[in-house]
């Protein structure tokens, strides 16, 4: 993730260490100043998505908040539990997290305190990539099917899967 002359990289710490979140100066390219490195607790550090003063990044249980308004000094500021965290994607005030099987869907209009909304099934455990246009959502398959599930979110607190499509070769 990148916020100004900073970027934000998460680092997975794998065989039993901690991951760990580290920012970088990069204001001159030629040197790449290390900044702050944050522990993620004993969660493995995976998708970092920046947002308004805020980063959030998906681990295997986890979704971390944290304020990184200052980048040399920042810790985590909340925590969403997930099943398994695996994408992220911003609309309006709200996160939508892909999880193993599942949406769930939260308000972050005050990041520090996020509120759950709603939750739906959309498949049988392989959520991948998801998007966010208007009122639905758009949910890859990480499995060798190639599909992409619907989620209409008009309601955040009841959010309907429609469909799922195929992809054909």
């Not at 681990?59 to 200052?70: F, G, K, P, R, T």
């Not at 979110?153 to 070769?169: C, D, E, G, M, R």
Request: glycine share 8%.
């Amino acid at each position: 993730a990148v916020n100004g002359d900073y970027i934000f990289v998460e680092m997975d710490g794998g065989n039993g260490w901690p991951g760990c979140i580290a920012s970088f100066n990069v204001s001159d390219p030629n040197t790449v100043v290390h900044s702050f490195t944050q522990t993620a607790g004993y969660h493995s550090a995976n998708q970092t998505y920046y947002r308004d003063g805020y980063l959030y990044n998906c681990s295997s249980s986890y979704l971390s908040i944290y304020d990184v308004s200052d980048p040399t000094n920042f810790g985590c500021e909340a925590e969403i539990s997930t099943s398994q965290c695996k994408w992220a994607a911003f609309g309006g005030d709200y996160l939508y997290i892909s999880e193993y099987k599942d949406l769930t869907i939260h308000d972050i209009s005050e990041p520090t305190t996020p509120e759950f909304l709603g939750e739906v099934t959309v498949s049988s455990g392989n959520n991948g990539g998801i998007a966010v246009s208007d009122n639905y959502v758009y949910i890859g398959d990480n499995s060798l099917e190639e599909t992409i599930s619907i989620v209409d979110a008009t309601n955040p607190q009841s959010p309907v899967f429609k469909k799922t499509i195929v992809l054909s070769n």
